[in-house]
């Protein structure tokens, strides 16, 4: 049974740092493409960050460009996202989702919610 | 990359068809067939339903189909249950190589 569990999130100050984890089971994991997708309350899905089997490519949407980094870690099943100089509008549910040829995510995560607050 | 355009809801009664538009641009909807449709109900994961604009994951039902026209994409619910009561988002894949989603839909089963 593919699984996608994340972690890291919880409760953080305007400019703080979270590093974001999304560990991976039940698939090879290092034979797809990841992705990460943000919910901010009540809102829609917004698109964060796309990363490659092997770790090379990387996209982002521009709302965390050079803010947010994609990372992965194949021997340990795990994906990241590092999320930097964190603003309230950045509060939101993370997901991690497995990716099929960068155009569609066919298992997706729990969630992992982030709350940016003084 | 802005949002792709969803009714913010639509209703229908059990038994009834029902479909979802979800409009973009030639940069997105309109120049690829890589639009994607998901459930998502409160509290938890999205769902996938629809790949590559009409095709169906294994285990997904035939009451749930998707087609494109132009910039304009569409999930056509027949045969409406209670069960499908929902927030569905299309997504696109877009010209910069990202991904966009729409804004969601509200679906409620009368």
């Known amino acids: 049974e593919v699984q996608l569990v994340e972690s890291g999130g919880g409760l953080v100050q305007p400019g703080g740092s979270l590093r974001l984890s999304c560990t991976a089971s039940?698939?090879?994991?290092?034979?797809?493409?990841m992705i990460w997708v943000r919910q901010a309350p009540g809102k829609g899905l917004e698109w964060l960050s796309y990363?490659?089997?092997?770790?090379?490519?990387?996209y982002y949407a521009d709302s965390v460009k050079g803010r947010f980094t994609i990372s992965r870690d194949n021997a340990k099943n795990s994906l990241y996202l590092q999320v930097n100089s964190l603003r309230d509008e950045d509060t939101a549910v993370y997901y991690c989702?497995?990716?099929?040829?960068?155009?569609?995510?066919?298992?997706w995560g729990q969630g992992t919610l982030v709350t940016v607050s003084s | 990359q802005s949002a792709l355009t969803q009714p913010a809801s639509v209703s229908g009664s059990p038994g009834q068809s029902i479909t979802i538009s979800c409009t973009g641009t030639?940069?997105?909807?309109?120049?690829?067939?890589?639009v994607s449709w998901y459930q998502q109900n409160p509290g938890k994961a999205p769902k996938l339903l629809i790949y590559?604009?009409?095709n169906r994951p294994s285990g997904v039902s035939d009451r749930f189909s998707g087609s494109k026209s132009g910039n304009t994409a569409s999930l056509t619910i027949s045969g409406l249950q209670a069960e499908d009561e929902s927030d569905y988002y299309c997504?696109?894949?877009?010209?910069?190589?990202?991904?966009?989603f729409g804004g969601g839909t509200k679906l409620t089963v009368l």
């Open positions: 997504s696109s894949y877009t010209s910069t190589k990202s991904r966009v």
């Open positions: 989702a497995r990716d099929r040829g960068v155009t569609y995510s066919d298992f």
């Open positions: 039940g698939f090879s994991f290092s034979n797809y493409g």
């Open positions: 590559d604009v009409s």
């Open positions: 030639s940069s997105d909807v309109g120049g690829y067939n890589f």
């Open positions: 990363i490659s089997i092997g770790g090379t490519t990387t």
